[in-house]
């Protein structure tokens, strides 16, 4: 069964980084598309990015496609998120999700991600 643990989160200043990474147990993540989501308390979870089986990634927000940027850690069975030039609306809960994909596939926000992480808090602040 595959398990994913989020870790990075916290409080960063306006402008500021944060490296999130999603560790993975139980199964490779070589045959699994990851995907990061967000979600701010009263609001619906949104897609942030994904990386397929392929390698190929894709920016579902406009707002972080020049700021935020997916990556596989193959040897670690991990998926990282660099976030780059914080600001107060990159603030919620960031969860990494997995879907099992067939080798070579690309992802979307559309795939039937069914493995959660718990979700770790980024707080972009002054």
């Known amino acids: 069964q595959l398990q994913l643990v989020e870790s990075g989160g916290g409080l960063v200043q306006p402008g500021g980084s944060l490296r999130l990474s999603c560790a993975a147990s139980g199964a490779s993540l070589d045959y699994y598309a990851i995907g990061w989501f967000r979600q701010v308390p009263g609001k619906e979870r949104e897609g942030v990015s994904c990386?397929?089986?392929?390698?190929?990634?894709?920016s579902f927000l406009d707002s972080a496609k020049d700021r935020f940027t997916i990556s596989r850690d193959n040897a670690k069975n991990s998926v990282s998120l660099q976030m780059n030039s914080l600001n107060a609306e990159d603030t919620a809960v960031y969860y990494c999700a997995a879907v099992w994909s067939a080798l070579g596939r690309s992802c979307g926000s559309t795939d039937p991600y069914n493995y959660w992480g718990q979700g770790t808090q980024v707080t972009v602040s002054s």
């Open positions: 990386i397929g089986t392929s390698g190929a990634s894709t």
